[in-house]
């Protein structure tokens, strides 16, 4: 059975420290690995697609990198407003079209 | 597009009761998931659809729980009898067919159910 396992659970940043989240999967064959934002009280929003190992992404700051067996969030010089939790999901069953198997989540605190 | 629409935003009811959960996905999209959210179990599918018809309704919890998509504009999520334990933040999500490559899903803002 698929597994995503995301690390730490909470994590808190005083603005500008750099960090990293991980989200470790157990797939048989991934196919992808998506990340997502979600605020309190709202729907996870879309950040990144991986879909082989060494790729890497970025927006504003944050990275994300994939491993064949991780992939990581790189959040550098953070700010108050990147606070959220941020979700990593890789696709189920064999289809292009499945569904997603999401990761519990990991809380980040950035304090002023 | 105003994205993934989906009502009531909060709902309150009590045990025993039916609850009906609305959703409108992006226009043009194919696919539509419903998903569950609840601190001990995190995100789950409960079912998704393609084209208006059920694909995966394997994450349905049980026979109380039904899902419909009329049309490719529509969709209901509907509980019948409620308890307790349903109590969490149900969302609707949609996306465009992949041809080859998994792409990504659009959340809508969830429904927060509370069963008394």
């Known amino acids: 059975e698929d597994q995503v396992t995301q690390s730490p659970e909470a994590l808190r940043l005083q603005e500008g420290e750099s960090s990293s989240l991980n989200c470790s999967y157990t797939?048989?064959?991934?196919?992808?690995l998506f990340w997502y934002r979600q605020d309190p009280g709202k729907g996870p929003e879309f950040l990144f697609t991986?879909?082989?190992a060494g790729e890497e992404k970025e927006k504003e700051r944050l990275k994300a990198t994939l491993t064949k067996k991780e992939s990581f969030l790189h959040i550098t010089a953070p700010k108050p407003e990147d606070s959220a939790t941020y979700l990593c999901?890789?696709?189920?069953?064999?289809?292009?079209?499945?569904?997603?198997?999401f990761g519990k989540g990991i809380t980040l605190s950035v304090r002023p | 597009d105003a994205g993934v629409i989906q009502s009531p935003r909060h709902e309150v009811t009590e045990m025993g009761q039916e609850v009906t959960l609305r959703c409108k996905p992006i226009?043009?999209?194919?696919?539509l998931f419903w998903y569950r959210q609840t601190m001990m179990r995190g995100l789950e599918l409960l079912i998704y659809?393609?084209?208006?018809?059920?694909?995966?309704d394997s994450g349905m919890p049980e026979d109380r729980f039904s899902a419909k998509m009329p049309n490719a504009s529509f969709s209901t999520l509907k509980i019948q009898p409620s308890e307790p334990r349903d109590s969490a933040v149900y969302f609707c999500?949609?996306?465009?067919?992949?041809?080859?490559?998994?792409?990504?899903?659009?959340f809508g803002p969830g429904t927060r159910l509370t069963v008394t």
């Open positions: 226009s043009g999209h194919d696919y």
């Open positions: 999500a949609s996306s465009l067919l992949a041809l080859r490559a998994p792409i990504e899903q659009y």
């Open positions: 797939v048989s064959g991934l196919r992808g």
């Open positions: 991986l879909y082989s």
């Open positions: 999901a890789v696709p189920a069953g064999t289809g292009a079209n499945s569904k997603l198997t």
């Open positions: 659809f393609n084209n208006n018809v059920p694909i995966d």
